[in-house]
């Protein structure tokens, strides 16, 4: 599985400023709307259902909000840099500016473990962060995202 196979270039974007997690949520959710045509509404419910398990801001300033929906056809994602990091209650207490959403089947099971495994290693990749965190341009961004794992797993 590679992130060029679940993120496409539509779905990578720079967000100025962002008020709350409720409306990044519906700012991945609209995106995910644009690139995949998923419901934005089923998906911003999807995202707010999984976060009320627990949160997904994972630390060092990165969030990886996930759904499992009915609609979705196949693993997608969408990816966000925040220029003002947004508190997010996350596990470290530090507010978040990277944002990886991911969109996964109901019946997903292993490929989404696998998927949100894989965007999980690349976001904990303190150079690729780095470079994602020094870049405001989304064709850059979507580089920086999928060559990374591309040529890690080669």
Request: proline content about 5%; hydrophobic content about 45%; some cysteine.
């Amino acid at each position: 599985m590679e992130l060029s196979k679940i993120l496409d270039p539509q779905a990578v974007r720079v967000v100025s400023q962002m008020t709350s997690k409720k409306r990044l949520f519906q700012e991945v959710g609209e995106i995910a709307s644009q690139a995949y045509k998923l419901n934005a509404l089923v998906a911003i419910d999807g995202l707010q259902e999984r976060e009320s398990l627990g949160p997904t801001g994972v630390g060092h300033g990165i969030a990886l909000p996930h759904a499992r929906l009915e609609e979705v056809q196949g693993i997608v994602g969408v990816f966000l840099r925040l220029e003002k990091p947004l508190d997010y209650d996350s596990v470290d207490r530090q507010p978040v500016d990277l944002v990886f959403g991911l969109f996964a089947p109901k019946e997903s099971g292993v490929d989404h473990l696998k998927a949100l495994a894989l965007v999980s290693r690349t976001m904990r990749d303190a150079g690729i962060c780095a470079k994602l965190r020094a870049n405001t341009d989304p064709a850059k961004l979507y580089a920086i995202l999928t060559e990374s794992r591309s040529s890690a797993a080669a």
